[in-house]
């Protein structure tokens, strides 16, 4: 008997035990197996090793090399790129938003500054780094101490959530196609306009802040 042959016989064998209809109407012509192990290979799902009990964020790849880009550029403020990413990394898993008031901003971003007596960030600084990040359509304001994420650039969660949210978000905005969280991308080509602001601001003078 070829191996091939042996391994339909034992599929057949399965089949029958597992409910298939045995094509014989004498039970005694049936077979079953004996003395048959069976080994699971256990499923080694990747853990991701990160640092800190903060768990974790998934990013753009292309709006993470583009934050560097406008970092060096001098094309957005060292207050808006450091209220971003606080806020990025403190969003609730699948959701995209994270509770957090200007204030609570401020104090988080101060937390190692006071520690060294160093420079501090104030909440005027952090308001207007927030107003700036909403016309960059990188965030949105609800309201309540809660700033929702673009979650096409930053998203904690799967994709499932990711997309649930993004129909959330479509929903609230009628589905306007040039709504929040749209209009934000390498289409857009937003390294080139400014971050789209508005078509006054082609300036890439340096900014403070």
């Not at 004498?26 to 640092?51: C, I, Q, S, W």
């Not at 609800?142 to 994709?159: A, C, D, K, P």
């Not at 993004?166 to 390498?186: K, M, S, T």
């Not at 078509?199 to 890439?204: G, L, T």
Request: charged fraction near 20%.
């Amino acid at each position: 008997m070829s191996g091939d042959t042996g391994f339909d016989d034992l599929l057949h064998v399965l089949g029958q035990q597992l409910g298939q209809t045995d094509p014989s109407p004498d039970p005694r012509d049936r077979r079953r197996l004996k003395n048959v192990t069976f080994e699971y290979e256990p499923d080694h799902r990747g853990v991701h090793d990160m640092a800190g009990d903060a768990g974790y964020s998934l990013a753009s790849n292309w709006f993470t090399q583009l934050l560097a880009q406008l970092a060096v550029a001098n094309s957005i403020t060292k207050s808006q790129l450091c209220v971003f990413l606080y806020v990025a990394g403190g969003q609730e898993r699948g959701t995209g938003i994270a509770q957090y008031t200007q204030q609570e901003i401020t104090d988080g971003l101060n937390k190692l500054a006071a520690k060294r007596d160093g420079k501090k960030i104030t909440r005027s600084t952090v308001n207007r780094a927030v107003r700036a990040l909403v016309g960059y359509g990188w965030v949105e304001q609800l309201g309540n101490g809660m700033i929702q994420l673009n979650v096409r650039l930053w998203f904690h969660g799967n994709s499932t959530a990711q997309h649930a949210v993004l129909e959330q978000i479509a929903a609230q905005h009628d589905h306007d196609p040039e709504a929040f969280p749209n209009a934000v991308g390498p289409e857009a080509r937003q390294e080139e306009l400014d971050l789209g602001i508005d078509q006054a601001r082609f300036s890439r003078g340096k900014r403070t802040g």
